[in-house]
């Protein structure tokens, strides 16, 4: 099976640190792939480059088939891939629908600029905030939300733009437990219809559960991979989270 | 009594969600501790909460008996809790006696001051040489040595160290973890918090693992990491078979 996303010997360094070094791994298509590791593997490093955040010092990214390095995140989601998108305080000012409709590619400057949301973006918005479960706060102020809430946001509006690929960074990061079991079952289903999700979790019971597949990083590089089970029972994934002696 | 005791303590950032979620544990004078536990276990935040930098939202902290939550960090630096951050704390333009010397601002006696730098350079011989240079063009060990040597300067009952290894070669991390099981000779008392468990808990006497801002156990550093909780924390809860469909 061809990979849906590719990385290919991604290179990265922070002066003198290789934050990210002889990097590659492959996303497949249908899957929920899992990145982790200990601090500092890398993890986020490869999620930017992928995802157009930062470059890659060398390395390439191919997205079905396609060279996609150095595309800007603009660019990726026009082709299928999106990423949690963080609410910051300027957002916060505007409401929960409006941040959803900023979210959809096509919709963005000219919502922000003022005019007028389109009912088939207004739609799609409250289908979707209906789907994570906080239709009722459509006209809510974002930054009245309350932590959970806001985590839900940024995973509906993740959405917004029909990606074929969605990099999430910590779902269930600071999550409660019942919220945590409303976003994995979300993310659940969203894959059985068909969307592929790629993601960087530190909570491994999340992690073992959800995903399809597991990437472990170390030191900048792909340690291992392989399914769930495999992982757990893996002494060299467990000796880099507890440190060499 | 314990010298320290952390009893049933919250606390988080801002309005963001509890980090800490009702922890108690104690700590004996003279005795070291190293703390571990997977990443978001609320490591960093507790030593944050002992020195006063982040106050509790519920619980207290008592040294001796007498509660110390919500006393300033400069107010517990008096009372003898010195907290050393991951953060790259040291004065680059000053030297390195300089440096060692705001160590003990709140000592007025200088006789005292004078004393107590005499003691870090018996531990420190290399900063003795070095007593006139730039702390700011020494190595990345040399320097992690000079914030060690300055805490001392404080004669602390406590001394928290929040991950002392990161960014070290390897060679001079094994100096710095020497230098910190030399404290518990000295008769200090030592909470460490270090992501590589291992090395961590091979220079304290005892280990508390936490999870979830909580203590989820505790016992003599060395074996700990032999518990099987320990891979179930780190790497997840066990998949029993065909639970992933």
């Avoid at chain 1, 640190?17 to 601090?39: D, H, K, M, W, Y």
């Avoid at chain 2, 505790?218 to 639970?243: F, H, M, T, V, W």
Wanted: aromatic share 6%; net charge negative; glycine share 10%.
């Amino acid at each position: 099976m061809t990979a849906l996303l590719e990385a290919r010997e991604l290179h990265k360094a922070y002066g003198g640190l290789q934050a990210v070094q002889r990097c590659s791994f492959e996303v497949a298509p249908g899957t929920i792939t899992a990145l982790i590791g200990p601090n500092g593997a890398g993890k986020t490093t490869a999620f930017d480059i992928i995802n157009g955040v930062i470059a890659a010092d060398s390395g390439t990214v191919i997205f079905e088939g396609r060279d996609v390095t150095g595309f800007m995140p603009h660019q990726l989601t026009r082709l299928g891939v999106s990423r949690t998108f963080q609410i910051t305080r300027d957002l916060g000012e505007m409401t929960v629908l409006e941040n959803m409709v900023v979210s959809s590619p096509a919709a963005g400057l000219r919502s922000l600029l003022g005019s007028k949301i389109l009912k088939r973006e207004r739609d799609r918005a409250m289908e979707l905030l209906d789907f994570v479960g906080i239709s009722a706060l459509a006209t809510t102020a974002a930054k009245k939300l309350s932590y959970g809430q806001k985590k839900l946001l940024e995973f509906a509006s993740v959405l917004m733009s029909e990606p074929k690929l969605v990099l999430l960074d910590e779902p269930a990061g600071g999550v409660n437990p019942a919220l945590l079991e409303r976003i994995t079952d979300r993310i659940r289903r969203l894959n059985e219809s068909g969307i592929t999700f790629f993601i960087v979790e530190h909570n491994m019971d999340v992690v073992m559960q959800l995903s399809d597949w597991v990437i472990v990083m170390a030191h900048g590089e792909v340690l291992v991979d392989g399914p769930p089970a495999a992982i757990q029972e893996d002494e060299t994934v467990l000796d880099a989270y507890l440190g060499r002696a | 009594m314990a010298l320290l005791e952390i009893d049933d303590v919250t606390a988080g950032y801002g309005v963001g969600p509890d980090i800490l979620t009702g922890i108690s544990l104690e700590v004996n004078a003279g005795r070291s501790y190293c703390i571990v536990g997977p990443n978001g276990a609320g490591k960093s935040t507790l030593l944050k909460v002992v020195c006063g930098i982040l106050h509790p939202r519920s619980g207290e902290v008592r040294l001796n008996g007498i509660r110390v939550s919500g006393l300033r960090p400069d107010q517990l630096l008096a009372e003898g809790i010195c907290f050393v951050p991951q953060e790259q704390s040291l004065f680059p333009e000053m030297t390195v006696r300089e440096n060692l010397v705001m160590g003990a601002f709140l000592v007025r006696d200088r006789a005292v001051v004078n004393e107590r730098m005499v003691r870090v350079f018996e531990l420190f011989p290399l900063l003795k040489d070095r007593v006139s240079q730039l702390a700011g063009t020494l190595s990345g060990g040399e320097q992690q040595m000079v914030v060690l040597g300055r805490a001392l300067m404080v004669d602390p009952k406590v001394l928290m160290i929040d991950e002392p290894s990161l960014g070290l070669a390897p060679i001079v991390a094994d100096q710095i973890f020497a230098t910190i099981q030399g404290f518990s000779a000295l008769g200090i008392t030592v909470i460490l918090v270090e992501q590589n468990a291992r090395r961590g808990l091979e220079s304290t006497e005892w280990g508390i693992v936490l999870d979830l801002g909580t203590k989820r156990f505790e016992g003599p550093a060395e074996g700990i990491l032999d518990d099987p909780r320990i891979r179930e924390l780190y790497l997840g809860a066990a998949l029993s078979k065909g639970d992933d469909e």
